[in-house]
């Protein structure tokens, strides 16, 4: 079981510039979501998904998008990148039984230049 | 909305002694809440959580916290703090309205000197 894996690990853009980070899991997990880490201001919810073909906005969505075409796959797509967006970001999943706990990634350290 | 607050910074504590981390919450209803664990350069990894039932849950690695309805708190304890417990500790609330999304605190950091 690999858990929740998130592609790349480092990455610096450009102004201006897109990308996709990846994130896959293997736990058959129905709920996804994207983090945001900033410091001193915790983790904010980008965007989240409650299965397959399913996503929503989190409270810091402008300037991403998502899309979930299978269970197991959630990419975040920086459409035209900002340094406000230099971040690491975080994919997280779970299970939809109320109360269970959500599984990380390992982050995708962003810098936007 | 729900909400968690976590009043401290960074919290220093030398090897064996007893550590706290507190986290004081706001939510509607009843309260889900969670801690998780960050290590440098790591993802969040879940130490324990409070749905219901006991009022003190214990969680991984020797980990227990508190749950306190009437001072809406869930203070994070360990009774002998170990050198590899320094890391980011984030408590967590759950979100009442539909999707299960958590509403993070501010995180914590925990130094436990030798």
């Known amino acids: 079981n690999a858990g929740v894996t998130q592609t790349p690990k480092f990455q610096v853009l450009k102004t201006g510039q897109s990308m996709t980070l990846q994130c896959a899991q293997d736990m058959n997990h129905e709920y996804m979501s994207w983090y945001r880490q900033d410091p001193g201001m915790g983790l904010r919810l980008i965007h989240y998904s409650v299965g397959a073909g399913i996503t929503d906005q989190g409270e810091v969505p402008n300037g991403y998008n998502v899309s979930r075409s299978t269970t197991e796959d959630f990419p975040l797509r920086l459409l035209s990148a900002a340094p406000s967006q230099t971040s690491v970001y975080f994919c997280a999943s779970s299970y939809s039984t109320s109360g269970k706990e959500q599984y990380f990634g390992p982050g995708t350290r962003l810098t936007v230049t | 909305a729900q909400s968690v607050a976590q009043p401290e910074d960074q919290v220093n504590v030398a090897e064996g002694n007893p550590l706290t981390v507190k986290c004081t919450y706001s939510v509607s209803g009843n309260p889900y809440l969670f801690w998780y664990v960050q290590y440098p350069n790591r993802g969040l990894q879940f130490l324990l959580k409070?749905?219901?039932?006991?009022?003190l849950v214990k969680g991984s690695y020797g980990f227990e916290a508190e749950f306190n309805k009437s001072q809406t708190s869930f203070h994070l304890k360990k009774p002998s703090a170990l050198v590899s417990d320094s890391a980011l500790y984030f408590c967590a609330v759950r979100d009442t309205t539909g999707f299960q999304k958590l509403v993070f605190g501010t995180g914590t950091r925990l130094l436990v000197s030798p």
């Open positions: 409070y749905i219901t039932g006991d009022n």
